[in-house]
């Protein structure tokens, strides 16, 4: 009953936030799954794969999951009943992405794709470098905000989340371009 109540708000939120933070979904995205937003790294030098690294300043596309599309609970044809559903929509949600890379429809001067995620198994198995983020308060917050915003957008098909699902930490993902290409060929 609450989450009927809340869901709204937090869908009206979710359309904010996107837009004072200029996140968008990836053009021709097949599932509408697939959101991204452009700009300058702030962290540390980061070492990627062998020989390259991401420096301040450099920029980085930071990829969202679209919690908007999966709380319909179902995605194209795909009943969306656990995480392990999306993994083969988001491998074609990233060749279009690749794709258009690959025809010069992105900004050219990202060098690395990144994000935040809570399921870093599924992250890896597509392709990123996983990374925990570093312990503490901050992080701490996020798994609760992550938690949080995946129970008010979880769809009425979802089954209950596991326990080792559950207990999962934030992690931060990254790719780079040159990378991602070469993995998503079409």
């Known amino acids: 009953m609450?989450?009927?109540l809340i869901v709204p708000v937090f869908?009206?939120?979710?359309k904010i936030y996107s837009?004072?933070?200029r996140i968008r979904i990836v053009e021709n995205s097949p599932y509408k799954l697939l959101r991204i937003a452009?700009?300058?790294y702030r962290g540390e030098p980061l070492p990627l794969e062998e020989n390259t690294y991401v420096q301040p300043g450099d920029y980085v596309a930071e990829l969202h999951i679209s919690n908007i599309a999966i709380a319909r609970g179902k995605v194209g044809s795909v009943t969306v009943a656990s995480d392990i559903h999306?993994?083969?929509l988001f491998r074609e949600e990233l060749?279009?992405?690749?794709r258009l890379i690959r025809q010069d429809k992105l900004d050219p001067r990202v060098k690395a794709l990144w994000g935040v995620t809570l399921f870093g198994p599924g992250v890896r198995r597509l392709g990123f470098l996983v990374r925990p983020l570093p312990a503490g308060k901050n992080t701490a917050r996020l798994r609760g905000w992550m938690r949080f915003l995946r129970w008010v957008f979880s769809p009425p098909t979802a089954k209950k989340p596991s326990k080792t699902s559950t207990a999962r930490q934030p992690m931060e993902f990254w790719i780079s371009t040159q990378q991602f290409i070469e993995k998503y060929k079409d």
């Open 2 to 4: 609450i989450k009927r």
């Open 86 to 88: 999306l993994l083969p």
């Open 38 to 40: 452009i700009h300058p």
């Open 11 to 14: 869908v009206l939120w979710e």
């Open 19 to 21: 837009w004072i933070y």
């Open 95 to 98: 060749r279009n992405l690749a």
